[in-house]
């Protein structure tokens, strides 16, 4: 690689990952209006553990995005089984119809599912959210597992059912342990997706009930307190705790050499 393009990868690398490590610098830093120069502190940490409202909001996020990626995970794995390995009439058009929930404005989704939540009874609240997160990390584990599927050699599934295995048999010792990588890509892909979420959560929220990205946004409409730091940084660790777990368990980033 050029010296030129080192260069323009570290620009790169910059624009994406400075604003992370300016919050997690201002999570450690004394001054409450970002002052500089930098004073390391813990207080941030210490007086995040007294704020019920942003603690009851992570625990919110994170139950909901745990349900989510399991809810999603299985209904999607299901999916993307029956698109891969059976042929039935309008299978190309619902195989289309997977995508648009992905590019639909998530504005747009959550208004509709609102109306529709109040329509049928559901109305709002944590079990509201819950629909919510996997009817949008549906079509994500879909095409994940989908992709994994495609790359999985069907003729072992055919040698094992040769020998004597039941379908059910073949899908538990054979093409779940190999589908394995996969299927926690598309968890991990639903939950951040869940984690992530503010417009849906915003919408299907029930008042004194909320979710760590319209907690933090509520806040910043009342002032910007350095807890939310602190909050984000320990979510961060987690996050990249999880991705490297879900690296070591694949290999990504490694070169296969023969």
Known sequence: MTALGRGFLALVLLF???????MVLMGFNASDLYALPFSPTLHWF??????????????????????????????GTMAALALSRRSFRGKPLLRLLLLPPIAI???????????????TGIGRGLHAMILGHV????????????????????????????????????????TLPLLA????????????VSLDQFVVSYFLAAPGVATLPVEIYSAIRKG???????????????SVGLFLVFAALTRIGTVERR
Do not use: C, K
């Open 224 to 238: 910007f307190t350095p807890e939310i730091n602190a909050v984000s940084t320990i979510l961060l660790g987690a």
């Open 46 to 75: 210490s007086e995040l553990a007294g704020n019920d409202r942003l603690i009851a909001a992570t625990r919110n996020s994170v139950l909901v995005a745990l349900v989510t990626a399991g809810a999603a995970t299985v209904l």
């Open 181 to 192: 990588p996969s299927l926690i890509a598309a968890a991990l892909f639903a939950f951040a």
């Open 105 to 119: 404005p998530w504005l747009i989704t959550g208004t509709a599912m609102l109306v529709f939540f109040f329509w």
């Open 16 to 22: 994406l990952y400075a604003p992370i490590a300016v």
């Open 135 to 174: 009817a949008l990390a549906i079509p994500y584990v879909v095409l994940v597992v989908g992709t994994g599927l495609a790359a999985l050699r069907a003729d072992l599934e055919e040698v094992a059912m040769s020998l004597g295995s039941t379908p059910l048999h073949v899908f538990w010792a054979v």
